[in-house]
């Protein structure tokens, strides 16, 4: 199993629908998590930090579940300009240093 | 304006050739690393520095060296030894003295081509 696993997508959807995905991840004993954007050849770029009790930052909601081992990344009336790849991020564990990535999900919305 | 600044944007290199590509921050942040990433992949880790002189193996090594002579510096040479390099790399740093929940910041990358 991998440590880090998401659904790549491609997730297609229309312009001002709600779009949800999940990253799962295979050691409990985590604590660090992030989704982050990327666009296409570019660098990625923290979207945001996920935190235990879950938050939220405009349209975006993140939440952790760590019975299950997962967290999500929700997005409301999406926007054109969401278009992207998104990639989860976890600690690994014993490190303070090394994030495990995940290979992305990719977001397409359609006008 | 801080930030981390790679070099070159672009890099074609010929086989049996070593390259080296340059990563530099203004972050004064004490983690350095590079990244792998091939098309439709995730970021794989080829090395990472906590502090100056001092640097760790990733998933991905074989082929690459890389040095940590100062902490804004962190270059990463490809050497002949890697029989496929053709990626885009990405250099990131991260600041390690405020917990674990802290982000990491990546520069613009560089995409090497092997021609």
């Known amino acids: 199993r991998k440590e880090v696993e998401q659904d790549p997508g491609p997730f297609n959807v229309p312009e001002g629908a709600t779009v949800a995905f999940n990253c799962t991840y295979s050691?409990?004993?985590?604590?660090?998590f992030f989704w982050y954007r990327q666009d296409c050849r570019k660098e990625p770029k923290l979207l945001m930090s996920?935190?235990?009790?879950?938050n939220e930052d405009g349209r975006f909601t993140a939440q952790l579940n760590r019975a299950s081992q997962y967290i999500s990344l929700l997005i409301r009336d999406s926007k054109l300009s969401d278009s992207a790849t998104y990639l989860c991020?976890?600690?690994?564990?014993?490190?303070?240093?090394?994030?495990?990535w995940g290979a992305g999900t990719k977001l397409i919305i359609k006008p | 304006d801080g930030g981390i600044t790679q070099s070159p944007k672009y890099l074609f290199r010929k086989e049996g050739q070593n390259v080296t590509l340059s990563c530099e921050q203004n972050?004064?942040?004490?983690?350095m690393y590079w990244y792998r990433q091939d098309p439709g992949q995730g970021l794989r880790l080829i090395y990472y520095?906590?502090?100056?002189?001092?640097?760790q193996k990733g998933d991905i090594a074989e082929g690459y060296s890389v040095s940590r002579e100062k902490k804004e510096s962190f270059p990463l040479t490809v050497t002949s030894a890697q029989k496929n390099p053709t990626a885009f790399y990405l250099c990131?740093?991260?600041?390690?003295?405020?917990?674990?929940?802290?982000?990491?910041?990546f520069g613009q990358g560089t995409r090497l081509t092997v021609v």
């Open positions: 991020v976890v600690n690994r564990v014993g490190s303070n240093y090394q994030l495990i």
């Open positions: 520095s906590q502090i100056v002189n001092d640097f």
């Open positions: 996920v935190y235990s009790s879950g």
């Open positions: 972050l004064n942040h004490d983690a």
């Open positions: 990131a740093s991260r600041s390690t003295r405020q917990g674990v929940n802290t982000e990491a910041f």
């Open positions: 050691n409990s004993a985590s604590q660090s």
